[in-house]
């Protein structure tokens, strides 16, 4: 470009004549033309560059995930909250998990086995959802509960379509040898000493986890501390969860959209997997009795910020962690995704109770119970 710059040619001369200056603004136009030419060129460029990155982008995601993107609702739609008309019939007839804290087995060894199986079941009045499941349990699988020095034999036999595993974040153990994946149709069995007391999530680790998770493959499971926690009257498990629908369940089952599950757009938010299923089946417990909630948030990813309304964490083991003293009168308390606390509840006074994750977008998905303390007046108010 420069030779055609006159200037660069140009000789020294001691006086400007009139072809010198007819030549200095030519060489000024011509520097602007190049400057204006150049500016294009690169906007050219640059919408080039944009274009071509857009179109490698849905080819990534495609090579990630095949399997499941495939069942990506776009652009997203919410489900959330759509039930039958017939949603207060179906929700009471609805059979709820069974909160109550299952007894401790005997002897040193407690052998659990689990059978994975692909199966639909309700996580809302009306509302089906393909899971796929621990023990032909739903979501979530059992309730494991053992004593502190007791060693757990994990047997889990895959009765599903693909690869699955079991990751107990209650043991100390390499995971690339215990909670390795599954084969359809394989078993596969460990043990680990439960050392640790509290309670701790278990789940499906198998890639990509946020899409097992996602499909109901989480449970709970409480390791007593050998010297136990102070007694109480009643003893609850919940595991908190959401669910990202690719349709809304009704008129067929819906599957997991991993689309929302990234984006965090849940339908669905529940207690022990199903929609506000301890509201129409209150958790029970008598005036100036001591209730125990054993709290796992298995996510995918929302935390639970448990709270109960109208009462206090009067003690509260943060993080599950059963070494350290309780905190007391607390009023709410986070419970990241993938851990656990212990809640101690005294409520004097009848009533109804609720029992929320504070965060209340996921009260309005539908996490949220009660307790019903003695026996109130069945009012509108809940
Ligand atoms: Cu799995």
Redesign the pocket.
């Known amino acids: 470009m420069a030779t055609h710059n006159p200037s660069t040619h140009r000789r020294p001369r001691p006086v400007e004549t009139e072809s010198a200056l007819f030549a200095k603004v030519a060489s000024l136009l011509l520097g602007l033309l190049v400057a204006v030419l150049g500016f294009f060129a690169l906007l050219l460029w640059a919408d080039a560059r944009e274009s071509r990155d857009g179109a490698a982008q849905p080819a990534a995601a495609v090579d990630a995930a095949p399997a499941i993107d495939g069942n990506v609702a776009l652009p997203l739609e919410s489900f959330a909250g759509i039930v039958p008309e017939n949603a207060a019939e179906l929700a009471k007839a609805h059979k709820p998990y069974d909160a109550t804290l299952p007894p401790i087995p005997a002897g040193d060894l407690v052998e659990v086995q689990m059978t994975l199986k692909d199966m639909t079941v309700e996580i809302a009045p009306g509302v089906e959802y393909n899971t796929?499941a621990f023990d032909g349990h739903g979501a979530p699988g059992p309730i494991i509960h053992v004593r502190e020095g007791q060693t757990v034999e994990m047997t889990l036999t895959n009765g599903g379509a693909i690869p699955?595993?079991i990751d107990f974040h209650a043991a100390r153990i390499a995971p690339d040898v215990a909670f390795g994946d599954v084969r359809p149709g394989k078993s596969v069995s460990y043990r680990f000493k439960a050392e640790d007391p509290g309670v701790f999530m278990y789940h499906?680790g198998?890639k990509p986890v946020l899409a097992?998770i996602a499909n109901g493959?989480y449970g709970a499971i409480i390791v007593q501390p050998k010297e136990g926690l102070p007694a109480v009257d009643n003893e609850y498990v919940l595991v908190g969860s959401e669910w990202y629908l690719n349709g809304d369940g009704i008129k067929e089952p819906a599957s997991l959209d991993m689309a929302k599950a990234r984006a965090r757009m849940a339908d669905w938010v529940t207690f022990n997997g199903y929609d506000n299923q301890y509201v129409t089946h209150p958790l029970t417990a008598k005036p100036g009795e001591t209730t125990r909630f054993w709290v796992v948030a298995a996510g995918p990813t929302n935390n639970v910020n448990f709270h109960v309304v109208g009462g206090m964490l009067d003690r509260a083991w943060v993080n599950s962690d059963l070494e350290s003293p309780p905190q007391q009168g607390v009023q709410t308390v986070v419970v990241p995704a993938g851990g656990g606390a212990v809640f101690d509840v005294k409520i004097d006074d009848e009533g109804f109770y609720p029992v929320v994750s504070h965060a209340f977008a996921d009260v309005d998905l539908g996490q949220v119970g009660l307790l019903k303390v003695g026996n109130p007046k069945d009012s509108a108010s809940h």
């Open positions: 796929w699955h595993s499906c198998t097992h493959m």
